[in-house]
Structures are given as C-alpha cells and as structure tokens.
C-alpha cells in the first residue's frame, strides 16, 4: 500500500471514528488513552505512536519538513494582499499567491479556492496543484461593479455550486456563478444601512448577518427574495447595538455572533450569542441572548464541531498599539446540542485576537486579527497548542488574517 | 529715470497686493500702464514665468457655474465635484490630490488644518473678480502645500459708483440673489456685497437597478436629501493717503447642505453646515530708496459640522478651524532686478470632535528675484521659501524663465519643488473607521514645465508640457481593525503630460465672437504602493479633459455655446473600475433691455443633450438638464471693474 492510499484509508478510517464513545471528537481517535489526531499530530502522524522526525510535521496523516508539507490551511492576509498556505504547526508553506486589494474571505467551489477582496471589489479564483497554490488565469476572476467611493464586499461563500458574497458597501447579497462566461452576476438587495457581513446556509435558504441594521435577513435562493427579517437589536446591552457578524448552522438553529458595542464601537458588555430557529425563521424563545461570559468580548467567529459551538472573541480599539492592547480574547465553547445552549469555560487567548475559525481534522485553526498569526488549536484538550506567524505584517505594521480555509 | 524706478517699484507693489489679492482694487492709475508695459497680459503676477490663466468671472456672467468650474476652464485643472448643485467640490491640478492644492481668497490660505482639499463651493461667485491658477509646484510662492498648483480667488475690487443687483431662478429649486455696491472718493473706496442662494436640488438621474451586476437596467430616480443653501456678506476697501496705502476686506459666509450619499448607499439624514469668517488688513509704502515695504495682518474662523446618520455614519461631529498671523514684506528694485524677501508667522488650531483640538505654528521666510535681460527680451525668476509647520519644515522652490522670441511668441520654462506638511485630520482624526496617524511625514512635489506662448493681437494662446513628481503621498490604507483605515505616507506618482489653451477675440468684429479651448492630456502613474498599483494610473484622474466654448457680445444681446469633455478615469488604484468620458454641453443667451444704468436677462440651459447618466469620479450622479433665468440691474458695463 502506497502511502496516499494509506493516507485515504487513515482519512476515512479517522471520520469514521471521529468522536469515540469515550471522549474523542470528530477526526480524532484514542491513542493511548489520549484523543488524537492522526491527521496533523506530529507524535502520532498516521497512526497511533508514528512519530515524526525532528522538525517534521505532521500534515494529512504523512510527516513532512518545511516545504514539503501540503498545507493543513490557507489564510487571508489582508494587508499583504494575498492568499498563503499554512502547515499545521502552522507556520508559512510554499509562496503566497498575490491577489487584489483587501482579500477579507475565502470559500472553497470544488478544487478551486476563491477569495473576495474587499476593497478592489472583485473576486480571484485559485487552483491547488503539487506545485501548490497558484492563480486560476489572470486576476480579477470576476469583478463586481462598484457604485461609490467605497467598495467592501465583506464575505463569501459557496452553496450549489454558486458562490455568495456580501456587498457591504451596497447592502446586497451578490451571487455568482463563475461557469457563465462572462460570469453570471445576480443581485438580492438587502435593505438600506445593511452592511451585509457572515452568512450561512440552511436548505435553499441563506442567512445574512445585517452589522448595520442588526438583523438577520432569510434569503429565498430559488426565489432571490428576501423572506424574513429577524431583528436582533433588542439582544444587545442596554444602549449598544448588536451589530450581528458571523453565522453558524447546527441541526435545525442558526448561531449569530453579536458584537454587542457601544456608540464609539467599544464593547457595552459581553460578547453574545443569538439563537435562531430555521424551522420557522425567528428567534429561539427563552434562550437569546446567549451571554459568551467577561471573557469574551467582541465575538468575531464561530465555527460547530461535534455539537460544540466555538465562538473567537477579542478587543481592541483603533488606536491600540501592541497586542497587549487586547482585552477579553478567548475561544468559547457553548453546547448546542441540547435543547439550551449552555456555555463553557473560556480558553483564554494571550496577546491574540482570534478572529475567523474552521476545523480541519479536528483541529481549530483561528486568524489573529491583530499579528498575522494563524493559532492551531485543540478542542479537546481546550488549549491554543501553538502559534506561528503566516500573514507577515507589511510595513505599516499590522496584518489581519482575515479568513481562514482549510486545506484540500 | 527716478519717475521711472518708482513706476517699477509700484509696479512691484502692485504685483504683490495682486498676490494678496487686495491690490486688485484699483491701483494707482499710473500704474497700471507700467503693468502692460513689463508684463503684456502676464497671468500670474507673484509667478511671472508660472503656467498661469487666469479667468475672468464677468465672462461667465449669469451663468450657473461656481468658481471651481471657473477654474476648470484652464488646463490642468480637474474638478471632483460630489454632486453638483452646491455639493463639496474641490480641484486637482496636474493629478495632484485635493490636498496638494493650495487654494487662497483674496490671499488668505483656506482650510490649511483639516485638509482633504478646500471646497470651493462656499466661495459665493458673486463675489469673484477672477481666478488665478497657477501650474506646478508653487511652494516658493504660495507657500507649503501647493504640490500641483495653487488657486487664488480675487474679490471684485471697490471702484466707487458702481452698484448691481441680480435674482436667479431655475431648475430644481435653485434661487439666488446678489447685490452691491461701492462708494468712495479720490483716496478711498468701500465695497459692500451680499449674496444668498439655495436650491431643492432634486433632479432626476438614472442609475443601475441592480448596481453589482454589470450593464444592468437603468432605472429613473431622483436626488433626494440634496439641497443646499448659502448666504454671504463681503466689505472691501482702500485708502490710499500720499505714498500709503491701506486695503482691507472682510468675508462672512455660511452654508448649509444635505448629504444625499450615492444611489447605492443613499443617506437621507446626512447633513453638514459651516461658515467662514475672514478678514485680511495691508499696508504699504513706496519708500524714496527704492524700497517698498509692506506689512499686514489676516486671519479666518471656519466652522463644520457635519452629522452622518447611524449605523452607516458616526453621528455629529464639530469642527473649528482657524488660523492668523501677520508678514512682512520689502520689494528692492535694483536696475533689471526686481527682489522681494519678506517672512510671516502664524498660527493655526483644529478643534474637532473627530479629531481632539491641536494647533501648530507656521514660520515661512522667502526672497524671489525677477530679472529681466535686453529690454525684457528674456527674464529670470528665482524664488526660494523655507517653510516650518509645527514640527514640519521644509524648502521649497522654483527656477522658471522666458525669452521672447519674436513679436508675439515666446518661450517659457520652469521647475519646482514643494512639500505639504500633514493635515490635523490625517495626524489625528479618530472616526468610524479611520485611524489617526502621528508620525506622517510630509509629502513632496517636483515638476517641471515649459511652453510656447502667443500673446498678440490675435489673442493668447500657449501649448507646453509637464512633468511631476508626488512622493510620500498620505494614503489610506487598512488599518489595524477590520475595516479600518489608516493614513500612511505610502504612495509615489508621477504626472505627465501637455496642455493647450487658446483664447481669441480675432474675430471680434463679428458680433464680439470669442473663442476658448483649453485640453489637458494627464498620464499618471503609481510608482510606488502596494503591490498590484504598481505601474497602474492613479484614480479620478481622467486622461483626457477639454473645454470649449464660443460667445459673442455684440452689445444688445448675446449668447454663448460651450462644451465640458471629461474622459474615462478609473475608480480605484488597481484601474479595474472605472467611469465612462462624459460630455456636458451648455448653452446661454442674454439680453440688454438698457445700457445705462444696466438691465439685463439671461437664460441658460445646462446639460442641454439631458443626459441623465452623468456622474461624477466617486459615483455621485450629476444634474441633468438644468435651466437658469436671470435678471440684472446694474452699472453699465462701461462703469463696471
């Protein structure tokens, strides 16, 4: 058996048995009594007590070095402008692919891994090959239209094969299908003051976070309607504004981050949670708002692992100046899977401000918003594991990873 | 001969009240002859060799124009217009930013502390004599800031028994009323005028229905939460007792807009209002030496407050902006030299919510020399200044000469540098997503230019070329915070490129025909920046731009035709937006009912072709077709300034 074979086997053997009966989460297993990932860790890369070579990682059941590694994730660097793969440890693999101005999100469509550039407005399509990460065809791969001084798409995701995208700075939910050629561009208008950020998908419908007006709105994607609009104003602190932000689908609810900031965009309280039933589009009674805990303020992702729901959280303000500046940064685990969802203890974040998170093979990978680190961390054992520089800060000094992707 | 030096140096004293823009009323009349003679239809007076127009405002009389599009009539001027219809507007000159041109009234430096570019908009056309533009890097003359050009907005002079009074009205709501007035006496002469305007300026536009999907429907809307008002007084005047001289102006404005945002992202609850109060005070004195000495002192109080609704804006914010301080000035002139030093002080504060109250001093001491060869056949004019801003200080300077070549034709040639130190806001402002940033540096202009000039019975005309430098651009880019922006010392362009003007009266026996062409060719290029603008024109700076115009006079009644060509000019620093060329012709008649005293009608139609796709480089729309009827009472002609 060749070693990809293994690898596949290794891969479908660990989501099989991704979550033991004992404790292990989705894409780990007991080795030694301990939940492991054979994925991506280095002591057992493969198989239970494979260990690898010094200086060696572990990337996709096979130990690697350096630049030998495929990457376990792809950032956003939104300062650097451009798209860079990540190893597990995680530190930097292979060049990074310059893309436009502002890439602020990445969706995966297929093989190919597509980023939205916030500021040139515009979206760049990537392809994954041996050689690595590399342009599909001249940039920009598609070019939404800007009307204004401003432009901001801020989101983007796939769903049937169509990519979504939220325009900001019109207020709209862009949808794209990159097969037509010219590409196909359909618009659903989200309202005025909407400032569309994170969506998620339910069935055929989408659920945009309105940052701007605080609400929620359900998008009919057979009918490009919208079809609800959930206010979620009324869960923020006594005086602050919600200002919804990311989404998270698991089982029949929709989990939306609230900022929960003041007039001067300072926190006015914990960070929150908002419930919403996706049977019938409105909120979860006796359960909103979900209080995140003093540990965490403003909640920026969230991302559901095996009924967990993980929420990154973080502060600071515009005028900070080292990460010491950071205040209530953390990753929280709330348990959605019961009937209320029930908070757990804070795994507190030093001088990081996790922002986007996904897990690939059951390990958490998390953009600093601040440093241009990537943070690896484990779900199990509840602690951030390393941390490793990928997004270089250019020479104005800081770098936001703005998203991150797993790796295919 | 001794009469001789002493017409020079009044010369000389002229030319600098025109620099200060209180000279213009009326000087001496044996003057005047001696400025024909040593500067035939010279346009700059503090920049003799300068690529200079300056434009008369009674030319546009009665038409609806501000004194931006006045200005843009010359070559190498862009406007960025937000709107149209007593919206913010402001100039670029040569590609330079807003920022980089110094924009003075009547000699008093506009808005030197928020930056982002004065809005000529509150300037009261009323008000206006004529313009001057000046091309280049003009920091030895105008003083720190002027990194493209400078423009120097001249008030009418006070010539004692002259009066008017004009109403307006038109498309959109828009109305205004003027008045004037001026009385005085052998030695001295007061002008007092008033001006008051508004308009609804609810015009009908079209606009993508969909505004992300490409070449989608055009759907009719109408420009809501767009109208304006504005209202000023201004008192000018001079005393002139033996060999002294006294000038003074004082201006008080105030305006008042709403803020209509884009189509894509309308605001209608966005509002700002502010006022300007002005005042400058000269003396002067021919000294029996040579020597001319002069000394003043100016100052202003601005005012803004702007409220943006949220969630999308950041609620009210307040404004104060004020500067004063005083010069001196000593003029020798020394056989074919004319030298000029003098030194100012002043200081500056900015008082804002936005951005916390800070004030900093500016010292600026300078010398310039005008000096002319054979019986002016060619002349030479060196200046230098050394300005210190707050902790900013800098050199700026400028070589420029021209030879005659023969009759009417000659040559002119210069180069400059300037810097611009950093504005309050980009130093400070802390709002919504902007980030202040403390250790800016300031940005810095070379240019060079040169051109062929006619200047004879045919009229004037000159064609001639540029170059630019701008380095360490202040440029926003993201900050820290998502979302967030940060100004950054992050950008060097250059500029290249030709322009044309012509003005003639050649065939002024055919009912007073006049004509104007001014094109400008601009290539900009990013030569520094992020990757991916590298190499790419920098944005709202369209290629191409052309004005023309033709009007007769032949004294009952008259007419103007005029067309307005801006090309294709991108949206953003990567050159993957862009706006469509756009061409705005306009048409204009008048009638003189009587001579004397004056009574007079006008109509013109703006955007006569209705196009209702027009806008401007940030996407706002601009009017369709817009009418305005116009009444006079006043001086005749003959008696006017």
Same mark, same amino acid.
């Given at each position: 058996?060749?070693?990809?074979?293994?690898?596949?086997?290794?891969?479908?053997?660990?989501?099989?048995? $991704?979550?033991?009966?004992?404790?292990?989460?989705?894409?780990?297993?007991?080795?030694?009594?301990?939940?492991?990932?054979?994925?991506?860790?280095?002591?057992?890369?493969?198989?239970?007590?494979?260990? $690898?070579?010094?200086?060696?990682? $572990?990337?996709?059941?096979?130990?690697?070095? @350096?630049?030998?590694?495929?990457?376990?994730?792809?950032? !956003?660097?939104?300062? +650097?402008?451009?798209?860079?793969?990540?190893?597990?440890?995680?530190?930097?693999?292979?060049?990074?692919?310059?893309?436009?101005?502002?890439?602020?999100?990445?969706?995966?469509?297929?093989?190919?891994?597509?980023?939205?550039?916030?500021?040139?407005?515009?979206?760049?399509?990537?392809?994954?090959?041996?050689?690595?990460?590399?342009?599909?065809?001249?940039?920009?791969?598609?070019?939404?239209?800007?009307?204004?001084?401003?432009?901001?798409?801020?989101?983007?995701?796939?769903?049937?094969?169509?990519?979504?995208?939220?325009?900001?700075?019109?207020?709209?939910?862009?949808?794209?299908?990159?097969? !037509?050629?010219?590409? @196909?561009?359909?618009?659903?208008?989200?309202?005025?003051?909407?400032?569309?950020?994170?969506?998620?998908?339910? @069935?055929?419908?989408?659920?945009?976070?309105?940052?701007?007006?605080?609400?929620?709105?359900?998008?009919?994607?057979?009918?490009?309607?919208?079809?609800?609009?959930?206010?979620?104003?009324?869960? !923020?602190?006594?005086?602050?504004?919600?200002?919804?932000?990311?989404?998270?689908?698991? +089982?029949?609810?929709?989990?939306?981050?609230?900022?929960?900031?003041?007039?001067?965009?300072?926190?006015?309280?914990?960070?929150?949670?908002?419930?919403?039933?996706?049977?019938?589009?409105?909120?979860?009674?006796?359960?909103?708002?979900?209080?995140?805990?003093?540990?965490?303020?403003?909640?920026?992702?969230?991302?559901?692992?095996?009924?967990?729901?993980?929420?990154?959280?973080?502060?600071?303000?515009?005028?900070?100046?080292?990460?010491?500046?950071?205040? +209530?940064?953390?990753?929280?685990?709330?348990?959605?899977?019961?009937?209320?969802?029930?908070?757990? !203890?804070?795994?507190?974040?030093?001088?990081?401000?996790?922002?986007?998170?996904?897990?690939?093979?059951?390990?958490?990978?998390?953009?600093?918003?601040?440093?241009?680190?990537?943070?690896?961390?484990?779900?199990?054992?509840?602690?951030?594991?390393?941390?490793?520089?990928? $997004?270089?800060?250019?020479?104005?000094?800081?770098?936001?990873?703005?998203?991150?992707?797993?790796?295919? | 001969?001794?009469?001789?030096?002493?017409?020079?140096?009044?010369?000389?004293?002229?030319?600098?009240?025109?620099?200060?823009?209180?000279?213009?009323?009326?000087? =001496?009349?044996?003057?005047?002859?001696?400025?024909?003679?040593?500067?035939?239809?010279?346009?700059?007076?503090?920049?003799?060799?300068?690529?200079?127009?300056?434009?008369?405002?009674?030319?546009?009389?009665?038409?609806?124009?501000?004194?931006?599009?006045?200005?843009?009539?010359?070559?190498?001027?862009?406007?960025?217009?937000?709107?149209?219809?007593?919206?913010?507007?402001?100039?670029?000159?040569?590609?330079?930013?807003?920022?980089?041109?110094?924009?003075?009234?009547?000699?008093?430096?506009?808005?030197?502390?928020?930056?982002?570019?004065?809005?000529?908009?509150?300037?009261?056309?009323?008000?206006?004599?004529?313009?001057?533009?000046?091309?280049?890097?003009?920091?030895?003359?105008?003083?720190?800031?002027?990194? %493209?050009?400078?423009?120097?907005?001249?008030?009418?002079?006070?010539?004692? %028994?002259?009066?008017?009074?004009?109403?307006?009205?038109?498309?959109?709501?828009?109305?205004?009323?003027?008045?004037?007035?001026?009385?005085?006496?052998?030695?001295?002469?007061?002008?007092?005028?008033?001006?008051?305007?508004?308009?609804?300026?609810?015009? /009908?536009?079209?606009?993508?229905?969909?505004?992300?999907?490409?070449?989608?429907?055009?759907?009719?809307?109408?420009?809501?939460?767009?109208?304006?008002?504005?209202?000023?007084?201004?008192?000018?005047?001079?005393?002139?007792?033996?060999?002294?001289?006294?000038?003074?102006?004082?201006?008080?404005?105030? %305006?008042?807009?709403?803020?209509?945002?884009?189509?894509?992202?309308?605001? /209608?609850?966005?509002?700002?209002?502010?006022?300007?109060?002005?005042?400058?005070?000269?003396?002067?004195?021919?000294?029996?030496?040579?020597?001319?000495?002069?000394? &003043?002192?100016?100052?202003?109080?601005?005012?803004?407050?702007?409220?943006?609704?949220?969630?999308?804006?950041?609620?009210?914010?307040?404004?104060?902006?004020?500067?004063?301080?005083?010069?001196?000035?000593?003029?020798?002139?020394?056989? /074919?030299?004319?030298?000029?030093?003098?030194?100012?002080?002043?200081?500056?504060?900015?008082?804002?919510?936005?951005?916390?109250?800070?004030?900093?001093?500016?010292?600026?001491?300078?010398?310039?020399?005008?000096?002319?060869?054979?019986?002016?056949?060619?002349?030479?004019?060196?200046?230098?200044?050394?300005?210190?801003?707050?902790?900013?200080?800098?050199?700026?300077?400028?070589?420029?000469?021209?030879?005659?070549?023969?009759?009417?034709?000659?040559?002119?040639?210069?180069? &400059?540098?300037?810097?611009?130190?950093?504005?309050?806001?980009?130093?400070?402002?802390?709002?919504?997503?902007?980030?202040?940033?403390?250790?800016?540096?300031?940005?810095?202009?070379?240019?060079?230019?040169?051109?062929?000039?006619?200047?004879?019975?045919?009229?004037?005309?000159?064609?001639?070329?540029?170059?630019?430098?701008?380095?360490?651009?202040?440029?926003?880019?993201?900050?820290?915070?998502?979302?967030?922006?940060?100004?950054?010392?992050?950008?060097?362009?250059?500029?290249?490129?030709?322009?044309?003007?012509?003005?003639?009266?050649?065939?002024?026996?055919?009912?007073?025909?006049?004509?104007?062409?001014?094109?400008?060719?601009?290539?900009?290029?990013?030569?520094?920046?992020?990757?991916?603008?590298?190499?790419?024109?920098?944005?709202?700076?369209?290629?191409?731009?052309?004005?023309?115009?033709?009007?007769?006079?032949?004294?009952?009644?008259?007419?103007?035709?005029?067309?307005?060509?801006?090309?294709?000019?991108?949206?953003?620093?990567?050159?993957?937006?862009?706006?469509?060329?756009?061409?705005?012709?306009?048409?204009?008649?008048?009638?003189?009912?009587?001579?004397?005293?004056?009574?007079?009608?006008?109509?013109?139609?703006?955007?006569?072709?209705?196009?209702?796709?027009?806008?401007?480089?940030?996407?706002? /729309?601009?009017?369709?077709?817009?009418?305005?009827?116009?009444?006079?009472? &006043?001086?005749?002609?003959?008696?006017? =300034?």
């Amino acid at each position: 058996m060749n070693s990809r074979a293994a690898a596949v086997l290794l891969l479908a053997a660990s989501l099989a048995a $991704c979550k033991s009966e004992v404790v292990c989460t989705t894409g780990q297993v007991l080795c030694d009594g301990q939940c492991t990932s054979l994925q991506s860790d280095a002591s057992s890369c493969g198989a239970c007590g494979r260990s $690898c070579g010094a200086g060696e990682s $572990c990337s996709g059941g096979l130990c690697c070095q @350096g630049d030998q590694c495929p990457p376990a994730v792809y950032a !956003a660097c939104f300062n +650097g402008n451009a798209v860079q793969g990540s190893t597990g440890v995680p530190a930097p693999v292979g060049a990074p692919v310059a893309v436009e101005t502002g890439p602020i999100s990445l969706a995966w469509r297929g093989s190919s891994l597509w980023v939205a550039n916030s500021i040139s407005n515009t979206l760049d399509r990537m392809s994954v090959s041996p050689s690595g990460l590399s342009a599909d065809g001249p940039f920009p791969t598609v070019s939404v239209p800007v009307s204004g001084p401003f432009s901001d798409l801020e989101f983007l995701a796939e769903w049937n094969g169509l990519l979504h995208a939220s325009n900001a700075a019109v207020g709209s939910l862009v949808i794209v299908d990159p097969d !037509a050629a010219p590409p @196909g561009i359909a618009e659903v208008p989200l309202g005025d003051f909407a400032f569309p950020q994170g969506m998620a998908f339910a @069935g055929n419908k989408a659920y945009v976070a309105l940052n701007g007006s605080g609400e929620v709105v359900v998008v009919d994607l057979t009918a490009r309607t919208v079809t609800k609009r959930i206010d979620l104003s009324s869960l !923020a602190s006594a005086g602050a504004s919600a200002l919804p932000s990311r989404l998270a689908v698991a +089982g029949d609810r929709v989990y939306v981050t609230l900022w929960n900031l003041d007039a001067s965009f300072s926190p006015a309280g914990h960070g929150r949670l908002a419930v919403i039933d996706a049977t019938t589009d409105s909120l979860v009674p006796s359960v909103n708002p979900v209080d995140l805990g003093g540990s965490c303020l403003n909640p920026a992702g969230i991302a559901v692992l095996d009924g967990t729901a993980w929420v990154t959280c973080g502060f600071f303000p515009y005028t900070a100046t080292s990460a010491a500046d950071i205040t +209530g940064a953390a990753f929280v685990p709330v348990d959605v899977s019961g009937p209320a969802p029930v908070v757990g !203890a804070a795994v507190p974040v030093e001088l990081a401000a996790p922002g986007s998170l996904v897990f690939c093979n059951c390990t958490g990978f998390a953009g600093d918003r601040f440093s241009g680190d990537v943070l690896r961390f484990d779900p199990v054992a509840r602690t951030v594991t390393s941390r490793g520089l990928v $997004c270089p800060p250019p020479s104005t000094g800081s770098s936001f990873v703005a998203d991150v992707a797993c790796g295919r | 001969m001794r009469l001789e030096r002493a017409r020079r140096v009044f010369f000389a004293l002229a030319v600098t009240w025109s620099r200060l823009a209180l000279g213009a009323g009326e000087p =001496p009349s044996v003057v005047l002859p001696e400025q024909v003679i040593r500067l035939p239809r010279s346009p700059a007076p503090q920049d003799p060799t300068a690529a200079a127009t300056v434009v008369e405002a009674w030319r546009f009389e009665g038409e609806l124009k501000g004194v931006a599009e006045l200005a843009a009539t010359a070559p190498g001027v862009a406007i960025r217009s937000y709107g149209g219809l007593g919206q913010l507007t402001t100039l670029s000159i040569r590609g330079s930013n807003a920022g980089g041109v110094r924009v003075l009234l009547d000699g008093i430096p506009l808005d030197t502390a928020a930056g982002g570019g004065v809005d000529l908009s509150t300037i009261p056309l009323h008000w206006v004599d004529h313009v001057e533009v000046v091309r280049g890097a003009e920091g030895a003359y105008y003083g720190a800031g002027a990194l %493209g050009g400078a423009v120097n907005v001249v008030t009418r002079p006070a010539v004692a %028994g002259t009066w008017g009074a004009e109403v307006t009205g038109g498309s959109f709501g828009t109305v205004s009323g003027v008045g004037d007035v001026a009385v005085g006496g052998e030695r001295w002469a007061l002008l007092t005028a008033v001006t008051a305007g508004s308009t609804q300026g609810d015009f /009908p536009y079209l606009t993508p229905s969909s505004p992300s999907v490409p070449d989608s429907p055009l759907v009719l809307e109408t420009s809501r939460n767009a109208a304006a008002a504005q209202g000023g007084l201004l008192v000018k005047g001079r005393w002139t007792p033996g060999l002294d001289r006294l000038d003074g102006v004082a201006q008080l404005s105030w %305006g008042w807009r709403q803020l209509p945002g884009v189509p894509a992202s309308p605001t /209608p609850s966005d509002w700002q209002r502010g006022g300007r109060a002005s005042g400058a005070l000269r003396w002067s004195r021919l000294l029996s030496s040579g020597l001319t000495l002069e000394a &003043g002192a100016a100052g202003r109080v601005e005012t803004l407050d702007v409220f943006t609704a949220p969630p999308g804006g950041s609620g009210a914010t307040d404004q104060r902006d004020a500067a004063g301080g005083g010069e001196a000035r000593l003029t020798w002139e020394a056989g /074919p030299s004319l030298f000029t030093a003098g030194a100012l002080g002043s200081l500056e504060r900015l008082d804002s919510t936005a951005s916390g109250d800070h004030r900093r001093p500016t010292w600026a001491a300078w010398a310039s020399d005008d000096f002319t060869i054979g019986k002016e056949a060619a002349r030479i004019s060196p200046a230098v200044r050394v300005d210190a801003v707050g902790p900013y200080s800098g050199v700026s300077a400028k070589l420029g000469a021209s030879a005659r070549l023969s009759g009417p034709w000659s040559l002119r040639a210069s180069a &400059g540098r300037s810097f611009r130190p950093p504005s309050f806001s980009e130093l400070y402002l802390v709002q919504g997503p902007f980030e202040p940033n403390p250790d800016l540096g300031p940005e810095v202009a070379w240019s060079v230019d040169g051109a062929a000039v006619y200047d004879g019975p045919l009229g004037r005309a000159s064609a001639g070329g540029f170059g630019a430098l701008y380095d360490d651009l202040i440029v926003y880019e993201p900050g820290r915070v998502p979302g967030s922006f940060k100004p950054q010392n992050a950008l060097r362009a250059s500029s290249a490129g030709l322009e044309l003007e012509i003005l003639t009266a050649a065939a002024r026996d055919l009912w007073g025909l006049q004509g104007q062409l001014s094109y400008t060719f601009l290539a900009t290029e990013i030569l520094r920046g992020v990757p991916g603008v590298v190499g790419k024109e920098l944005p709202q700076r369209p290629r191409n731009r052309a004005y023309a115009r033709v009007s007769v006079d032949p004294g009952v009644a008259g007419g103007h035709l005029e067309a307005q060509y801006v090309g294709l000019q991108y949206l953003d620093s990567r050159n993957i937006h862009s706006a469509p060329a756009s061409l705005i012709v306009s048409a204009g008649a008048f009638a003189r009912i009587l001579r004397s005293p004056e009574v007079r009608i006008g109509a013109e139609v703006k955007t006569l072709l209705d196009d209702r796709t027009l806008q401007d480089g940030f996407g706002y /729309p601009l009017p369709s077709r817009t009418l305005l009827v116009s009444l006079r009472v &006043g001086s005749s002609p003959e008696n006017r =300034p």
